[in-house]
């Protein structure tokens, strides 16, 4: 699965020409674009996630990129459906932000921002604690950073109910804790080489989600993109995306570390990469009592009779 990633994109994407990052960044810069913020933002993001004790970035040459499409009116950027990182092919697949039937974005500093974000996010999934058992030949993940699935089927956490405003579940507070960092690093580098938010509607849009400064009114707003529908589409996924993890893993982080967010949001971090919660579940049993961590988080039926595997 590693060494031929092609049959995941032929299923997923036939309709987009996909090369690894390294060339992506090379064309860019051959035809003219200052590629220099995306890897000044990569080296701040370096230096960051050594503190959490990830010592090795994504390789570029298992990045690939998505452009060049042959679908008429194909969107690309990080709320593309089906895109993300595969941990079993260990790739990441990433498309061009913007207009997709371009070899070379439409919106050069929209989609650095983008891609940015994209890479550091996916650099902590890369990066996160994994244990894989074999289960009749096949390997089953039953660790993801401080996430558990048993090989008998349970998850660790439930689904939160639709439309919840918090959550407990641990799959969410982990994908928040990694976009957060991701639009961290994307907004100080915005703002260190002078990238304002776009003019038009869905390019002010995704500027905002890329650095986190969405506002409760954006995600109130319906957009709808004349003469295209991906757009439009691409405007819902935003939003959704918002609502359904970055503000629940912000309500998470008030709601058990007032004041404290920050400090929890690190500790967080180093327990996804190291995949040991001893050192945060002490610290949470400190402000909330005995065994926060797995109330919080373990549904009651973890340990229930599962399937034979």
């Known amino acids: 699965m590693r060494a031929d990633v092609s049959p995941l994109i032929a299923k997923r994407h036939p309709d987009h020409v996909f090369r690894p990052l390294s060339e992506m960044l090379s064309r860019w810069a051959a035809a003219g674009i200052d590629t220099t913020p995306f890897h000044a933002g990569v080296e701040n993001a370096r230096r960051r996630y050594i503190g959490y004790g990830l010592t090795r970035m994504l390789p570029l040459d298992r990045v690939l990129v998505g452009c060049d499409s042959s679908r008429p009116g194909a969107f690309g950027g990080f709320h593309h459906p089906d895109q993300g990182y595969r941990h079993l092919q260990m790739v990441a697949v990433i498309t061009m932000y913007g207009a997709m039937e371009r070899r070379n974005p439409e919106h050069p500093a929209s989609a650095l921002l983008d891609l940015l974000r994209a890479y550091t996010h996916d650099c902590l999934h ?56 991701a639009r961290t690093v994307t907004r100080r580098t915005a703002e260190h080489f002078g990238v304002t938010e776009p003019s038009d509607v869905l390019g002010a849009l995704a500027f905002r989600d890329a650095t986190g400064m969405l506002t409760e009114e954006d995600t109130r707003r319906v957009v709808d993109v004349s003469g295209s529908e991906e757009q439009t589409r691409y405007a819902t996924a935003i939003n959704g995306y918002e609502k359904g993890v970055n503000r629940r893993y912000t309500h998470f982080l008030e709601e058990f570390a007032p004041g404290e967010e920050n400090e929890c949001h690190t500790r967080l971090l180093a327990a996804i990469i190291s995949g040991d919660v001893t050192a945060l579940g002490a610290w ?7 065994g926060t961590f797995t109330g919080l988080f373990r549904t009651p039926g973890y340990f229930e009779p599962g399937l034979t595997a």
């Open 126 to 181: 890369y990066g996160s604690r994994r244990r894989y058992v074999d289960v009749a030949g096949v390997p089953v993940r039953t660790q993801y950073g401080i996430n558990y699935r048993r090989a008998t089927g349970q998850s660790y956490s439930a689904a939160d109910q639709r439309g919840t405003h918090h959550t407990r579940n641990i799959g969410i507070v982990m994908e928040g804790a990694c976009d957060k960092e």
């Open 284 to 290: 949470l049993d400190d402000r909330h009592g005995p």
